[in-house]
Structures are given as structure tokens and as C-alpha cells.
Nanobody
């Protein structure tokens, strides 16, 4: 499966953005999906994940209450709604797909088989 992330950009602190990740192929609904981010000079970190039907959703503590992951299997798309953005949210955001259940391992990069190219989010203070 190929993943194409979009929706990044420059936004002021307190603003909102919605990232999208479109997957190719007919089996999108069988993949668990995740969002990760990598800030300059830092390691990539987990942001959010969603099971293949959307019944299980996980968010990193740093984004809980501000970010929301969702998916539309009819559109082969996973979203990341980001509200109340902070300068520390500045990063390249990556979407990823897992062929297997992610319960208990959703925050690990190694749990995901496919990665998108990333989209840059810059939050100004």
C-alpha cells in the first residue's frame, strides 16, 4: 500500500490543521493506521493510532484533548485533526499502516509496515 500525507502548513499557536493520509489499494479497511511526528533534531515519536474499523483509538499524552485521529474507509483516508496547536507541535508528520492488530503495540514504529512521505507542520508563537 502507498500512503500520501497532506494538509501540513504554517499556523499560529492556538490554531488548527487537519492532516489527511490517502492510501492506495483496495484493502485499506484491513490496516490499522497511525500518525507519528519528528521534530528537528529529535527522534520520531508516536502521535495517534486507530484500529482497522475505528473501534480502538489511541493518542499520545502530549496531544490528548487537542488532536483526534479518525478514518473513512470508504475514502481510504485517515485524518488527524489538530486543535490548540503549540510551537512544540512543529514537526514532520508521518502516517503509517499496519497489517496486524496494534493493540498493545500501537506506539512502536516497528509495528507499522508502510509509511507515507510526511507533511510539515510549523506552529509559530
Amino acid at each position: 500500500v502507498q500512503l500520501q500525507a497532506s494538509g501540513g502548513g504554517l499556523v499560529q499557536a492556538g490554531g488548527s490543521l487537519r492532516l489527511s493520509c490517502v492510501a492506495s489499494g483496495r484493502t485499506f479497511s484491513s490496516y490499522a493506521m497511525g500518525w507519528f511526528r519528528q521534530a528537528p533534531g529529535k527522534e520520531r515519536e508516536f502521535v495517534a493510532a486507530i484500529s482497522w474499523r475505528g473501534g480502538n483509538i489511541y493518542h499520545a499524552d502530549s496531544v490528548k484533548g487537542r488532536f483526534t485521529i479518525s478514518r473513512d474507509n470508504a475514502k481510504n483516508t485517515v485524518y488527524l485533526q489538530m486543535n490548540s496547536l503549540k510551537p512544540e507541535d512543529t514537526a514532520v508528520y508521518y502516517c503509517a499502516a499496519s497489517r496486524f492488530h496494534i493493540t498493545g503495540r500501537y506506539s512502536s514504529e516497528g509495528s507499522y509496515d508502510y509509511w507515507g512521505q510526511g507533511t510539515l507542520v510549523t506552529v509559530s508563537s
